[in-house]
Structure formats: structure tokens, C-alpha cells
């Protein structure tokens, strides 16, 4: 959900998480490495509609922050790339909820048709244990012509409810506004599967008529589907 939320919606088939500590400071980092069945941002497609490899590595500090990078690589036609940069501060609240503020680049150097859809982007997230996570981004387009309304924004919420050790229900639901296009509405609902260091997950993906408009290629109507592994 929204970069900072549910850490970002569940839209990559397979990672692979590793941790390690580092020195005596209780820093640990993890990898991942992800296969999608497509790449989804916030209700639209990016890209084609294949298969993507996703990578990623970041470093945790006890004191709350980390850094960390992902790579994602679409092969069809012509090879389109999103890289994320990522810089955040976790809290603990209380014995429930958690907190989140993050700073994020995202670039898409596969041509430069894409670059336009490069941003810097700030979110702050609020989650009850890891059932509920409630998100709210604000983004920049750089390389955008549009000078008149050059902030983005999004509201995220999300869900995961257990029906066993092992599955679980999820839901999201989202608000974007791309001006001065307008506003959109997107969400997905699906089914997580967790088993040692196996996740999978099936989800459908939906958005509203405004998006038809708003966005050059929504997610209208379609199952995406995520496996995950992790070392």
C-alpha cells in the first residue's frame, strides 16, 4: 500500500528475504528476489502485461531507519526497468500499532518515454499489528510538463484478515488524484497463502470508470497472481 503500505500492496510473484547481521550495532539487511505476473502501480499497468523479475536489498538499523533499493526487469519487445531508492523511520506506538515516514525515488530508465513517470515521492503509514495498515504518499514528477499542479497525492488502506496459520484474506483500497486529469479509485482482493519461507498470493485487481480517463493503461477487471521465496 502505497510504498509505506503493507509495503507495497503485494504486486511481485516470489522474493527471497535474507537477514544478516552486520556488527555488534544490530543492523541486519535482507534481500529479496520476486517474479510478478505483471507490474501494478496503484491501479495501473505498467509496462506490458508479462511476467516481471523484481530484486531487492535493504539495511535495518535498531534505532529504527533503513535504506534499501529495488530493481524490476519486464523482458518483451524492449526491456522496461523500475528502480526505487528508499530511505524510512519505523516507530512502535504502543503494543498494536507502528508507524512509518519514508522518502522514495522511483526511476524508469528503460526508455525515455517512461522517464516522465520518474518521481520523488513521501509517505507516512500507520498499521494495527500486521492486520490493518492505513497510508497517505505525495509525490513529484520532475521530468513532468504539467507546472500547474506538479503534487500528486494517494490515500491506501489495507487489510489482511487470517483464516488459518497458513491463509489469509486480503483488500485494499486506494485514492489518487493525477491532476488535472482528476481522481481515481483502485483496489484489489485476493487470497495469501504463507509457509516457511514459501508466500503466494492471487489477487483481483480493479478500478473505478475515472481511471479509464485518468490513467493510459488502468488495471480493469484482472487476477494477478504472486509467488514468494524467501532464504
Known sequence: MSAALWTGLCAAIGAAACTHEVHAQSREWSAE?????ELTERGAV???RKP???GSASLYDAA??????VLTVQQGRQVNTRAIVQVAQDWVLG???????SMQYYAYPGDRASRVFDRAEAGLSLSFRDLWVFGV?????????????PMRWTIDVGTRWPLSEQFSLTAALGQARVQPRGDYLYGSAGLAWQHKAWRAELNYLDTDRNALTVLSSP???HWSATLTHSF
Open 33 to 37: 528476489l520476486a517474479v510478478s505476473s
Open 46 to 48: 505498467l509496462g506490458q
Open 52 to 54: 516481471v523479475v523484481q
Open 64 to 69: 529504527g531507519w533503513s535504506v534499501g533499493g
Open 95 to 101: 503494543k498494536d500499532w507502528q508507524s512509518r515516514a
Open 137 to 149: 504518499s505525495v509525490y513529484r514528477y520532475p521530468h513532468s510538463s504539467i507546472d500547474s499542479a
Open 219 to 221: 488495471a480493469r477487471g
